[in-house]
């Protein structure tokens, strides 16, 4: 049985940061690439950020270039989202998900299996 558990997120002001964890059971991990995504109130599933198999290769939406970090740890199944200068804007429940391609997707529906979502909530 496929597992993504997410953990991490809450509520922060403009500014702070935040992280999140993914930890990945029932598959070799290793062998998918991982992707975050996000989704507001009346909005569809959006690309935040993706990342290889091996980690070499991270790829960011515009909207959170330059403040938000994805990597991976193989060896403990885990991909992590570094979340800094956070804005209101980014307020949505946050997804993790596995793709078995070698690079990884901005589109959601090429992800196979999805953690349970996590809030996160940036106040002004």
């Known amino acids: 049985q496929v597992q993504l558990v997410q953990s991490g997120g809450g509520l922060v002001q403009s500014g702070g940061s935040l992280s999140l964890s993914c930890a990945a059971s029932?598959?070799?991990?290793?062998?998918?690439?991982m992707g975050w995504f996000r989704q507001a109130p009346g909005t569809e599933r959006e690309f935040v950020a993706y990342?290889?198999?091996?980690?070499?290769?991270?790829s960011y939406a515009d909207s959170v270039k330059g403040r938000f970090t994805i990597s991976r740890d193989n060896a403990k199944n885990t991909v992590y989202l570094q979340m800094n200068s956070l804005k209101p804007e980014d307020t949505a429940v946050y997804y993790c998900?596995?793709?078995?391609?070698?690079?990884?997707?901005?589109?959601?529906?090429?992800?196979?299996?999805w953690g349970q979502g996590t809030q996160i909530t940036v106040s002004s």
């Open positions: 998900a596995a793709d078995s391609s070698v690079l990884g997707h901005p589109a959601a529906e090429k992800y196979d299996y």
């Open positions: 990342i290889s198999r091996s980690g070499s290769f991270t």
């Open positions: 029932g598959i070799t991990f290793s062998r998918y690439s």
